[in-house]
């Protein structure tokens, strides 16, 4: 079983849509959760970390369980430039080393 | 502040060739950790140093190697380079006083002919 293991995707969707990435985590010691964005051929910048109570960012909403190992990104009102590969990123041991998801691509319809 | 930096941008090589990859880290982060993308596909994990130490290795033949120095910069070397090796290299770092997310470099993007 893979660290870290998204949605396998992609997800068409048209515009204004809501759509959600689930992302599972192996190692119930995992500490730190966070969500990247990847744009083609470009290199993956930071879209939000994941809080335990969860949290928003505009459109955005990040989400944690931990019983069920698993966080989640809920997109709201999908916009155009919404399209892009979502990576889930795990932290994880005292070296805090990081596992990335595969990633999940989004394309949002006209 | 100086985010990621990598060198050089893009690289053409001939097959068998050597190549050597550098990754400048944000100041204070002391992990570097290297990735390897192939044209539409996901990030492959390659390797991850911290404090100057080989921390974890993913599943690569031992032709990529690396290091990392004193100030935390970090070398990616391949050897007897192949066509497959064609790919963006991303080098990311993370850690410091907060310890938190990771950051990215452009990228280096390598194409073997």
């Known amino acids: 079983r893979k660290e870290v293991e998204q949605d396998p995707g992609p997800f068409n969707v048209p515009e204004g849509a809501t759509v959600a990435f689930n992302c599972t985590y192996s190692?119930?010691?995992?500490?730190?959760f966070f969500w990247y964005r990847q744009d083609c051929r470009k290199e993956p910048k930071l879209l939000m970390s994941?809080?335990?109570s969860g949290n928003e960012d505009g459109r955005f909403t990040a989400q944690l369980n931990r019983a069920s190992q698993y966080i989640s990104l809920l997109i709201r009102d999908s916009k155009l430039s919404d399209s892009a590969t979502y990576l889930c990123?795990?932290?994880?041991?005292?070296?805090?080393?990081?596992?990335f998801g595969s990633g999940t691509q989004l394309t949002v319809l006209p | 502040e100086a985010g990621v930096t990598q060198s050089p941008t893009h690289l053409i090589k001939t097959r068998g060739q050597q190549v050597t990859l550098r990754c400048s880290p944000i100041?204070?982060?002391?992990?570097v950790y290297w990735y390897q993308q192939a044209l539409g596909l996901g990030l492959q994990f390659l390797l991850w140093?911290?404090?100057?130490?080989?921390?974890n290795r993913g599943n690569f033949p031992p032709r990529f190697s690396g290091r990392q120095f004193p100030n935390y910069s970090s070398e990616l070397n391949v050897n007897a380079l192949e066509l497959e090796d064609s790919a963006l290299y991303l080098c990311?770092?993370?850690?410091?006083?907060?310890?938190?997310?990771?950051?990215f470099g452009q990228g280096t993007r390598l194409t073997v002919v």
């Open positions: 990311a770092s993370s850690g410091g006083p907060l310890n938190t997310e990771a950051f």
């Open positions: 190692n119930s010691a995992s500490q730190s």
């Open positions: 994941v809080y335990s």
């Open positions: 990123v795990v932290i994880t041991g005292s070296a805090r080393q990081l596992t």
């Open positions: 100041s204070g982060h002391t992990s």
């Open positions: 140093y911290d404090e100057g130490e080989e921390r």
